[in-house]
Nanobody, 124 residues
Framework: QVHLVESGGGLVQAGGSLRLSCAAS????????MAWFRQAPGKERDFVGA????????YYAETVQGRFTISRDNSKNTVYLQMNSLKPEDTAVYYC?????????????????WGQGTQVTVSS
């Protein structure tokens, strides 16, 4: 079992920045890919971006490309989501997810483990 804990959410004005963290613990040896998703009230859970432990380049959804950056610290089993130029439409609960033994995916149902989520609210 892998346990994921997100942190770093909060309230920020439009144009501001936040950095989310996702710390993984437990049986992380088989975890190959980690992703960020977000879910706004009444909407589906959307893919934000993903990174694998072995490959250097993350992948981003078009809606956040150029504004969000995913990075990782392998020594800490932690993945980060740096969010810049935030917009009100970025308001959502942000989740990190992990997947065993496979490449990243945009589909939330293909992830094996989930964090509890952290709220990000962007005011206009």
């Amino acid at each position: 079992q892998v346990h994921l804990v997100e942190s770093g959410g909060g309230l920020v004005q439009a144009g501001g920045s936040l950095r989310l963290s996702c710390a993984a613990s437990g049986r992380t040896a088989n975890t190959s890919a980690m992703a960020w998703f977000r879910q706004a009230p009444g909407k589906e859970r959307d893919f934000v971006g993903a990174i694998t432990w072995s490959a250097p380049n993350p992948y981003y959804a078009e809606t956040v490309q150029g504004r969000f950056t995913i990075s990782r610290d392998n020594s800490k089993n932690t993945v980060y989501l740096q969010m810049n130029s935030l917009k009100p439409e970025d308001t959502a609960v942000y989740y990190c997810a992990a997947r065993d033994g496979r490449a990243w995916s945009k589909r939330p149902y293909e992830y094996d483990y989930w964090g509890q989520g952290t709220q990000v609210t962007v005011s206009s």
